[in-house]
């Protein structure tokens, strides 16, 4: 490099920040000795601010914009005023540029299952995941409490801890807020929103922001999954003994499917079932006693309609056809039908009337 090209280069100096990662929070322009040339342009960009640290110390930060690093409160860093350093100034200023874009689709879970108290089915444990989006808000606490000096600072380095925070707020907030397990799938955004707001302090302790906080899934665990599949199926179910008829049922087919069982399962699922419902039947275990049997509906008396002299008269019930008998006003030949029979027929042929024309004693033989 001639001598020319070293006498331009500390006379001016561009500082500015292009990020092609995507997961870079704070990155620190790298200069020669960390010489900040007075005069120097300072380019900060949308998503971006830049933290002037001077001699160890946080002296600004910059919004968006177009600086010239050339007020009173900018030290002179060139090297050609110091001629007796060799070159080498002993004014030391570094420039930390901070990503403060949303940083999305983070990732937090519960690690070990969650305690709670559940109105419902008592004491149980849950698990949560979700996804969250995190923002620098205070680029110059961000810096001091969080990234001190580290030249390149990554999302990786405090997803963790955030995670934990998260995790923490999510178990206070579920065990104070007394909704039941199953209604937790409908409350998941206010959920969301509680937990984002019960974290915000601690955020803003590190300059940082959650704007944003998902609740994706609330598991119970399996053995209680189960528990409430059975109690759905039963629900579907309806009848109980029905539904026993049809385990028992399915338990045989598939052990005549299983060719490893044979016979001896087959016999064990059918034995199982008689079992179940002998026991629902007698009020065991299996099911609550079995209400008492209705009696049978009472039989349907038929109406007659009587057929005389080409006129129809009734309905006549059984007894106003007893009556008739008795007064001679009908006999075994008058025609007679009720509902469903097929035509008219002779009363004496019709069972349920024929028992009329014995109550009377026939007429003397040969008479």
Same mark, same amino acid.
Not at 327 to 349: F, P
Not at 351 to 367: C, D, K, S
């Given at each position: 490099m001639g001598i020319f090209d070293f006498l331009t280069g500390e006379f001016i100096d561009v500082i500015h920040w292009t990020d092609k990662t995507r997961d870079t929070m704070v990155w620190r322009f790298e200069r020669e000795g960390h010489e900040i040339k007075y005069g120097a342009k300072?380019?900060?960009?949308?998503?971006?601010?830049?933290?002037?640290?001077?001699?160890?110390?946080?002296?600004?930060?910059?919004?968006? &914009?177009?600086?010239?690093?050339?007020?009173?409160?900018?030290?002179?860093m060139t090297t050609l005023q110091h001629w007796d350093h060799g070159f080498q100034s002993p004014f030391k200023s570094e420039i930390y540029y901070v990503n403060t874009t949303r940083f999305s689709n983070l990732k937090w879970g519960t690690k070990n299952p969650i305690m709670v108290r559940d109105p419902e089915f008592g004491p149980t444990r849950l698990r949560a995941f979700g996804t969250y989006t995190v923002k620098v808000a205070d680029p110059a606490m961000f810096l001091r409490e969080i990234v001190g000096t580290d030249g390149e600072f990554t999302m990786d380095e405090i997803s963790y801890q955030i995670r934990n925070i998260i995790v923490q707020e999510f178990s206070r907030v579920i065990a104070q807020s007394g909704i039941p397990v199953l209604d937790m799938a409908a409350n998941t955004a206010d959920l969301g929103k509680l937990i984002a707001s019960a974290i915000d302090p601690t955020m803003k302790q590190y300059g940082l922001s959650i704007p944003e906080l998902y609740i994706e899934n609330i598991s119970l665990p399996p053995a209680v999954e189960d528990a409430l599949d059975k109690r759905t199926s039963m629900g579907l179910a309806g009848d109980l003994g029905k539904f026993t008829q049809y385990s028992a049922a399915e338990a045989m087919t598939s052990a005549a499917n299983n060719p490893a069982g044979g016979g001896m399962a087959a016999g064990l699922g059918a034995g199982m079932g008689m079992a179940m419902a002998g026991q629902m039947a007698q009020g065991g275990p299996w099911g609550a006693a079995p209400a008492a049997a209705a009696p049978p509906p009472p039989p349907v008396e038929h109406v007659w309609h009587i057929a005389a002299g080409g006129e129809v008269t009734g309905p006549f019930s059984k007894a106003a056809m007893g009556r008739m008998v008795t007064?001679?006003?009908?006999?075994?030949?008058?025609?007679?039908?009720?509902?469903?029979?097929? &035509?008219?027929?002779?009363?004496?042929?019709v069972?349920?009337?024929?028992?009329?024309?014995?109550?009377?004693?026939?007429?003397?033989?040969?008479?």
């Open positions: 300072l380019t900060v960009r949308e998503g971006q601010a830049a933290v002037f640290v001077h001699e160890g110390q946080l002296a600004d930060v910059f919004t968006p &914009g177009l600086y010239m690093l050339e007020t009173n409160n900018m030290p002179i007064e001679n006003k009908l006999n075994r030949d008058s025609m007679v039908w009720t509902q469903g029979q097929d &035509g008219w027929i002779a009363a004496g042929e069972t349920e009337l024929a028992q009329l024309f014995t109550i009377m004693p026939p007429p003397p033989p040969g008479v």
